[in-house]
């Protein structure tokens, strides 16, 4: 293993301080945020989201970070950004366009701003990003999580009222209540690969990534209003379907097409 590399040498599923054979090295000390790691002891922050705690493939520094009322942050250092996501608010590595992250990692652009910071989203691409691999344990298809490959929960697609019911860990609350929510997963556009009929829509031109939706043929494939078997909120996929609804702030004609049952003037969905 090569510990400073970003890159599985040894074909053991961990990279560089999150492999015994770096972890004790010299070169594991006081890494900045975004390095691989075995423990918050071998971080500057002192902190690191391991893949056993975690499911991040191989690690990763992080940091404790604030997000000021006014919209500004506090707490990170250069080449870091602080983020509030599905995992914490933390101090994350930033990237741009398709790069600057490493293997298990994507550029992920939150706001579709590309004026403003993206950061390295965990998203594995196989069981190869994560250790060890097992007929039970690997790169979950819908979170992109090394864990469990089958947590028993709701798949892409289906209703939730929280991030802890979907597969994915990450619930999209489309509709004016939490229980009209619909579990989404992340992919990496480079591979457009979702789990089962589930259909990769890129979410942003400036990133890496893109969200899953659930794929479908006709309508009698989707839960049923507001949602409806058509193209991809982003126009991905391919060409292929997905069940959706219009989100706030999307042009509408009618509330039939909106997440929330309201066009506003006949052409906004509320």
């Given at each position: ?12 599923g961990?990279?560089d301080?999150a492999d ?71 101090c ?46 690997g ?13 028993g ?118």
């Amino acid at each position: 293993e090569i510990c400073t590399d970003g890159v599985d040498n040894n074909c053991n599923g961990l990279a560089d301080c999150a492999d015994p054979a770096c972890s004790a090295g010299p070169s594991c000390t006081n890494l900045a945020i975004g390095k691989a790691c075995l423990s918050n002891a071998q971080c500057a922050s002192g902190a690191c989201n391991t893949e056993s705690a975690t499911g991040w493939p191989s690690g990763s520094c992080v940091g404790a970070c604030t997000i000021l009322p006014d919209g500004g942050t506090a707490g990170c250092p250069g080449g870091a950004a602080c983020v509030k996501d599905e995992f914490g608010t933390l101090c994350r590595q930033t990237c741009a366009g398709n790069g600057g992250c490493r293997k298990g990692y994507a550029c992920h652009d939150e706001d579709l701003d590309s004026s403003t910071p993206s950061w390295c989203l965990p998203l594995c691409s196989g069981d190869s990003d994560c250790s060890p691999a097992s007929s039970s344990y690997g790169c979950n298809t819908q979170s992109k999580l090394c864990e469990l490959k089958s947590k028993g929960k709701a798949a892409i697609g289906a209703s939730c009222s929280g991030n802890g019911g979907c597969e994915s860990g990450r619930c999209l609350n489309v509709g004016t209540f939490s229980f009209n929510g619909y579990c989404i997963g992340p992919c990496l556009k480079a591979t457009n690969v979702c789990s089962g009929d589930a259909v990769c829509d890129k979410d942003s031109s400036n990133d890496a990534t893109g969200l899953c939706w659930d794929g479908c043929a006709s309508g009698t494939d989707c839960r049923g209003p507001p949602y409806q078997c058509t193209s991809p909120p982003n126009g991905g996929g391919g060409g292929k379907l997905v069940c959706t609804c219009r989100l706030s702030g999307t042009f509408c004609s009618s509330g039939g097409q909106c997440c929330s049952g309201q066009c506003f003037g006949g052409f906004v969905c509320l």
